[in-house]
């Protein structure tokens, strides 16, 4: 139908609806600013942590730092590691509010374990449930990276690492954060001992020699990467003994 | 786009807030010796104009919570009505027309609002500051600070500064901390007056250097016998350095 004058209520409705549509979807909203636009439901808190498994031990590590907008610290006593019962340690980093999330729906999955089994959940268990729970928010993730640490039903030190969307790997070590690129390198020396050559003396990984490994790799990342400091959590699982946690002072500039 | 597309678009748009409107700024809050004490200016901005004065931005919900926002004021009187349902709620499931919300209740329950909200991408624009007396185990009543941002994120200081004063004054509140602890040992802690100097005094830090702050102020104080909102108070500052500044156009 053609418009004219001699049918104004025609258009008058044609101007609104044109009107509405460019309200709606203004030609100069390219994709790219359209994308832009939208609003991020995530922030990042910075901070790093690490894990390392032993024969009969783990030994897990975070700084305490949450940051805000890269440039601003927070708060300096966050805690990132989490321990969920005697044998299962969860850390993470990326978004503070997925972490505390998934944090809970672990402790309710593992309470409700606990009501059905009169028992508590192993960290095998545990750390496949985790990556289902992950992936389950597949397309729209918790935005952490999540290690889980703890004794394995052979009572062995066990560390699972994730991807935000639940991709698992049972790993010796694994570092996620902000420093994770600094402190993945120092272990593939110093514990998985892929970067020395042949005739390098090479020391059995200890329980000590895993924490001093630990602590070494905040204090470096402290040095360099500015969301990772004020101090370290240290939390250690031996096979056999309570779970023992501590924390060490880190720079704080 | 189609028509349905349109309308979605412009309810989204018209229906969730994903830009503030009137705002309120910085919230500041620092634990003393039996309590905590709060600090906020009485102005809601729309965008950079200082749009509606005299608007309180502490609500005090029981005899020990006081809850402080920043973002959205709109947004905030939305949770506020639903807190004080809460609260009410609670009386009658306990039975008990005296029983009280204790603030990390509070605080736990604004977390998974703010968290669910931003979820489902319709956030409660707001940084939401929870102060008050906790009881403890033994039912000896502790200071309690709590925060949640828009976003869910939520962590428990023992001082604080939010929105520009996150950037202004965190650091003074901290030097004040460590220089009192430095002084009287670690384990000490500041007097209620000494609280509340400080807020005044970071009252004043905000007011020279954030735009959006405002001269008149109130402070809450929460001990363990009751939670009070002071009458407002107004700021004159020091402003002897413009006589000697030349840089003006």
Redesign the interface.
Known sequence: MTLSMDNPMAVMNAFK?AM??V???PPWRDAARKHGDR?N???F?GGSTAAIAGEDFVVVGSDTR?S?FE?????R??EKIHVLNDSIILTTSG???DV??LKRVLESRLHKYRFDYRTDMTVDLCAEMLARNLYYKRF?PYYTGAILAGIDEKGRGAVFSYDPIGCIERLQYSASGAAEPMIIPFFDCQVGQVTVSKETEKPALTLERAISLVKDAFRVAAERETSTGDKIHLVVAAHGKPIHQEFLLLRED | ?A?H??AH??AE?NQRT?NPTCTGTSVVAVTFDGGVAIVADRVASYGKTARYKGVSRLYRLNSSTLIGFGGDHADFQFIQNLIYRRAHDYKAMCGDPDAELSPMAVHSYL?ALL?YR??R?N?LWNTLVVVGTQPDDEGVKKPFIGIV?L?????H?KYVATGLG??LI?QSLETEFRKHQATYGAETKLTKDEAVGLLRKAMELVYYHDCLAHSEYEIGVVTTEDAAVLPPEELVGNWAMAETNCNYE
Request: without cysteine; aromatic residues 16%.
């Open positions: 609806s509405s549509q309200r709606a979807d609003w439901p995530y922030s808190e949450m805000q440039v601003n610290v927070m708060f006593e966050a978004f503070y509010g505390l999330q729209f | 786009m028509a597309q349109v678009r412009i748009e994903l977390t968290y931003r979820s991408m956030p941002t976003k869910g994120v939520a962590y200081p996150a950037m965190q």
